[in-house]
């Protein structure tokens, strides 16, 4: 087994002395990316990925599960703060059904459940008014919870006594929720109706009045209707609402604008509104002609009369008409004489038709009566201010000022906005911003794809280095067999065929011996001396 080892280790020196400096470093460079790759796939290969089991856990409920998970011997992490607990996405589905089987994960909260486990009859009523209590509480939270957008929810509901007469007037219950909402997520007003609804009807004697909703940042969702809309506080309520609710849509219409033009971090608008709550009803009875250029109507009857008399001695007669000041007696009136005279009468009427247009004119409110945008920018380098060229900034401020010449009332300000009326209402700042918030990368729950790509490029060098180590060894192999044949001795008979003897054999050995290795053959001519 040693020769052959032996034997082996001599054949890989003569083959590497064999080789070219080119050579060697091509084989050592093969040899080291390919240990490489087989360390980088191994490393991958064993490399356990861990994905959530569950996540918004309490601290109580994350240290159950992850107490029942160390039992097992399963190996978890806990992430987000202690809210998430994470586990080898090989097990996952299976530790969802052997936690669910065991109750976990556990609220520590009372539900409707606990009257079929644990009821009693040694349970008073005071008691069980507070269990019932917090069972109500529980359930109506895990319903909301269900909602799109409610990350948690806490509830807390205040229930009146019962009076001991019947015709005692119950006492109206109240509620208060804080909601955990999901970041970013905006209630419309029919989800929030739908909340107040949810909580009025899930608790008996409860008006949407006597409830109260806010979130986590301590806003407060309002039921705008007709019930909580009396009053000077819920009208401000709204034309507050309705004011931002404007200027919300405006700022993100300038902020999906801008920011596509200069980038998403690279822009902040704000924007402030006026706005007319005033709504005005009126009714106009007009009157107007027919033909507004000559003032005149349409002719629906004429009467046309006319009269004449000639006779002596007529007396001054007639019945005045058009009476002026240069006519006082009126055109058809005749002064008398007392020789022959005559009399003529004339009398037309037209009667005339006009347009007689009665409105009732309702307008509406919420007209805007001004406007305001402000907006700042943070340059290519926010160092240089002068590496956002002027005349980015004039189409900044054109287009703003298309948005507030379009979106003012045009009745409110009673004549057409000049462009230094425009510069008033729109102010546009290059600066760096200082305030940006640095967010943490979130670890990567997968092998990312530059992985996949260094193993490829690996893969694809190993390949290329062997079979150039293929090429050269075949032509080094082609050069050794040319260079056999071109070395080949030439065979010559010789002509003294002499018969080898086994003396002749035994001298030619002796010879040998003595020429190559004089020690050894003087020690064996000592040892035959000795015998002899």
């Known amino acids: 087994m040693k020769e052959t080892i032996n034997k082996y280790v001599s054949k890989l020196k003569t083959f590497w002395s064999g080789r070219s400096k080119k050579q060697k470093r091509i084989y050592m460079g093969s040899i080291l990316l390919l240990a490489v790759l087989i360390a980088a796939v191994s490393f991958f290969a064993t490399r356990t990925t861990l994905v959530p089991l569950y996540s918004n856990l309490s601290p109580s409920e994350a240290g159950t ?15 987000d703060g202690g809210t998430t607990i994470k586990v080898p996405s090989d097990v996952v589905d299976n530790l969802k059904v052997q936690l669910a089987a065991e109750g976990l994960p556990k609220s520590g909260q009372i539900d409707y459940s606990f009257f079929s486990k644990n009821a009693s009859l040694g349970t008073t009523d005071n008691e069980f008014n507070v269990i019932k209590l917090d069972a109500m509480q529980t359930e109506l939270a895990n319903l909301m919870k269900g909602i799109d ?28 929720i804080v909601l955990t909402v999901k970041p970013g997520y905006q209630f419309s007003n029919e989800q929030i109706k739908g909340l107040y609804q949810l909580v009025s009807k899930s608790v008996p004697n409860l008006p949407t009045n006597n409830i109260v909703i ?36 405006i700022q993100r219409q300038v902020q999906t604008m801008l920011g596509t033009l200069m980038g998403q971090d690279k822009v902040v608008v704000s924007v402030s509104a006026d706005i007319d709550f005033t709504q005005e009803k009126r009714e106009e009875n007009l009157v107007e002609p027919v033909d507004k250029k000559n003032m005149k109507g349409i002719a629906i009857s004429a009467q046309n009369i006319k009269e004449t008399f000639t006779g002596n001695g007529s007396q001054a007669g007639g019945t005045p008409q058009s009476q002026t000041a240069t006519d006082p ?32 004119i309702v ?13 700042m920018v943070e340059p290519p ?7 956002l060229p002027q005349s980015r900034v004039n189409d900044i401020s054109n287009i703003l000022g298309t948005i507030v010449r379009t979106t003012i009332d045009k009745s409110s300000t009673g004549k057409p906005l ?3 009326d425009l510069k008033n209402r729109i102010v546009v700042s290059v600066q760096p911003f200082n305030g940006k918030m640095n967010t943490a990368p979130q670890a990567q729950t997968s092998i990312p794809w530059w992985v996949y790509l260094i193993g490829g490029v690996l893969l694809a060098a190993v390949i290329l280095l062997l079979i150039l180590f293929l090429r050269a060894r075949k032509k080094r192999n082609e050069e050794k067999d040319m260079a056999v044949e071109s070395t080949e001795p030439v065979f010559i008979p010789d002509v003294n065929q002499e018969q080898e003897t086994e003396s002749t054999l035994r001298q030619k050995q002796l010879e040998k011996m003595a020429k190559e290795h004089p020690e050894d053959f003087a020690k064996l001519l000592r040892s035959w001396i000795a015998e002899d």
Do not use: H
Request: charged content about 25%; cysteine-free; aromatic content about 8%.
């Open 363 to 375: 307008e509406s409110p919420y007209k805007i009566r001004d406007l305001g945008i402000q907006v």
């Open 214 to 249: 806010m979130n986590q940042f301590f806003e407060y969702y309002d039921l705008n209707n007709q019930q909580n809309s009396t009053g000077t506080g819920s009208t401000f309520a709204n034309q507050s609402e309705i004011k931002k609710q404007i200027e919300r849509d």
């Open 65 to 79: 599960i992850k107490q029942s998970l160390d039992a097992k011997g399963v190996k978890s992490e806990v992430a």
């Open 149 to 176: 957008g409610v990350q948690d929810a806490k509830v807390m509901i205040n229930l009146p006594d019962k009076g001991i007469f019947v015709n005692d007037k119950g006492e109206q219950a109240s509620a208060s």
């Open 381 to 387: 380098k926010p160092n240089d201010p002068k590496s």
């Open 418 to 420: 000049t462009n230094q």
């Open 329 to 360: 007696l009126g055109s058809n009136y005749l002064a008398g004489s007392s020789g022959n005279g005559d009399y003529q009468k004339t009398d037309d009427k037209v009667n005339y038709e006009v347009n007689r247009i009665r409105r009732q």
